[in-house]
Every structure is written in structure tokens, then in C-alpha cells.
């Protein structure tokens, strides 16, 4: 009975040890499948967080070069501005320089010459003050001896240099005044300076 006994027990311990091994390879087996899970889920996390990453910084990249090549783009449309202001300046300054009173009276004599010839009534030449004195001392009494027309002088603010000649009693009038003058000088050479700034 002894035997019997000690072999129930041998029988037990041994079918107690077999079962604890098998339901530690299935703990462990459980174990592993769940770390694999872990770490392939933590992989694909990964994975997101450096794809997520990288377009982030291609976005911004691509944000970085347009607006790099937008402040290029002002930069150059600023510098052209800058650059047809000061030609216009430049203009404006040597037209009127060139003005002078001598130029003044040739002009005029040429446009009453060219557009005022078959008429015969007053002509109104407005100029600045300045001009207009020494216009009238110099050369009105022999530029109206020349044409053979009655030529009144006005004075005005609204022009620098240069004058407006009208042959019809100030109704209408041809602008040869600086500002006109300079314009038209600077839309010839605009286009070749623009050409240029490409």
C-alpha cells in the first residue's frame, strides 16, 4: 500500500509538474505574441510619428523656398520701381534745367509756327513767374515782331518749367511744360530700361 501510495504521489507530482510546465509555455508563448504585439504596434507608432515628421518638414521647406522667392520677386519689382522713379527724377530735373528762357521763346516760336500759323488771334503762353519775367524782357516784344501775333504771358504755380501754349484764349492748350515733357522722354526710355532690368 506503501508502493501504491508513493506511486499516486509520484503520479501526482509528476502530472502537477507537467501541467505547471505546459501552463508556463502557454503564459510564455502568451507573453511573447503580446510583446511582439507591442513592439510592432510601438514600430508602426514610429513609423507615423517620423513619416508625420518628415512632411512636416518638407511643408515647411516648401513654404520657406516660395517665400523666399516671393521676397526675391518684391526685392526686384522694388529695385525697378526705385529705378524708373529716379530716371524720372533725372528727367524731370535735366528738362527743366534745359529749359531756359532762350529755349523757352524758340519753342514757342516753333509751336506758334507749327500749330498756331493760320490763326490770328491771341496767343496765351502760361509759365512760372520766374520764367515769365525773363521771357518778357528778353524775347516777347521780337518773338511777337517775328510771328506777327499778339502773345500774352500768364504766370502759373502749376507748372515748374516749361510752358502750355493755347490759340484759342485758354480753351485748350498743348502742354510743353517739364512735367510733360519729362513724361514723354521717360515713356521712350522706359521700355528700354525695363528691357534691361529683365
Known amino acids: 500500500m506503501a508502493q501504491e501510495l508513493k506511486a499516486l504521489i509520484d503520479k501526482i507530482q509528476k502530472e502537477g509538474v507537467e501541467s505547471a510546465q505546459k501552463a508556463a509555455q502557454e503564459i510564455e508563448a502568451r507573453a ?22 518628415r512632411e512636416k518638414i518638407r511643408q515647411e521647406k516648401d513654404s520657406s523656398e ?79 515782331d517775328e510771328l506777327k501775333r499778339d502773345i500774352v504771358l500768364k504766370a502759373t504755380d502749376e507748372i515748374a518749367g516749361g510752358f502750355t501754349i493755347s490759340f484759342d484764349a485758354g480753351k485748350s492748350h498743348f502742354d510743353f511744360s517739364d512735367k510733360a515733357l519729362a513724361a514723354y522722354l521717360s515713356g521712350l526710355v522706359r521700355p528700354k530700361l525695363a528691357e534691361l532690368l529683365k
Not at 511573447?32 to 515628421?53: C, F, M, P, S, T
Not at 519689382?77 to 529716379?86: F, V
Open 32 to 53: 511573447k505574441k503580446q510583446a511582439e504585439e507591442i513592439v510592432a504596434r510601438a514600430g508602426n507608432d514610429a513609423k507615423k510619428l517620423l513619416d508625420d515628421a
Open 66 to 144: 516660395a517665400a523666399l522667392k516671393q521676397a526675391g520677386r518684391d526685392l526686384v519689382l522694388s529695385l525697378k520701381k526705385q529705378i524708373l522713379e529716379t530716371l524720372d527724377k533725372i528727367v524731370a530735373l535735366d528738362v527743366r534745367q534745359a529749359l531756359g528762357p532762350q529755349d523757352l521763346a524758340a519753342l514757342v516760336k516753333l509751336a506758334v509756327g507749327q500749330y498756331g500759323a493760320q490763326g490770328s488771334g491771341t496767343v496765351v503762353v502760361s509759365l512760372q513767374e520766374g520764367d515769365r519775367q525773363k521771357f518778357q524782357q528778353g524775347f516777347l516784344s521780337r518773338l511777337k
